[in-house]
């Protein structure tokens, strides 16, 4: 210590303490300096040694994640020129596009086809799955659903539910990773009543809640 305690007077300090004083300071920075190296290694060799434990740890945390889609589209904004609607087409299954040109009015097939086009966005750009993989079947029900959920990428999002629905101007497509989901549209007509009355002859058909 270059001085004594503050009830006592305070002495000069010699050259000989200064330079005592400055060894120790030396010698204290290099003992922390070869500290912080070591840590520092240590911190490297961990990062650079795999943890066998991390692919089940990201496993159990993508398992809890949960995605929720909600789409709607306006029909009335899209009216492809006749070669874009056939290009559209071509990505559908023969099914399907046999479904969508069987509609008697152009708008009524815009629709239906823009609902399968959904899907296809759903399975290709959040599902990640290959568009030549893709395989879409129907529950009894007509609830459609992935045939082939492996071609998945995303464990979490193998088990996704969705569900489309095309009414008036608007299709609209909802879809849950870990529950099942449905969802309609209608148009209301409200020169026969509006929505209360709509509501009315249709309480039967909706649960309580």
């Not at 500290?35 to 991390?54: F, G, H, I, Y």
């Not at 990201?58 to 949960?66: E, G, H, P, V």
């Amino acid at each position: 210590r270059l001085c004594q305690e503050n009830s006592q007077p305070t002495r000069k300090a010699t050259s000989k303490q200064w330079r005592r004083a400055v060894c120790l300071l030396a010698r204290y920075n290099r003992q922390r300096v070869s500290a912080m190296s070591v840590k520092l290694s240590a911190k490297d060799k961990s990062r650079a040694t795999p943890d066998p434990a991390e692919p089940e740890r990201k496993a159990r945390k993508s398992a809890l994640k949960t995605t929720s889609i909600r789409w709607a589209m306006r029909v009335s904004t899209w009216e492809p020129p006749t070669k874009t609607f056939m290009e559209a087409l071509r990505l559908l299954s023969p099914e399907d596009k046999e479904k969508v040109l069987k509609y008697r009015f152009y708008h009524d097939s815009v629709r239906s086809l823009l609902g399968r086009l959904q899907i296809l966005r759903l399975l290709a750009v959040v599902m990640k799955i290959d568009p030549s993989s893709i395989s879409i079947e129907k529950t009894k029900k007509g609830k459609p659903y992935v045939a082939n959920p492996e071609a998945c990428p995303d464990p979490a999002l193998r088990g996704m539910q969705f569900n489309i629905s095309h009414h008036g101007d608007w299709v609209i497509l909802a879809a849950e990773s870990h529950f099942s989901v449905g969802c309609d549209v209608m148009n209301i007509d409200r020169r026969r009543g509006g929505t209360e009355t709509f509501f009315r002859h249709m309480k039967s058909n909706f649960s309580e809640g």
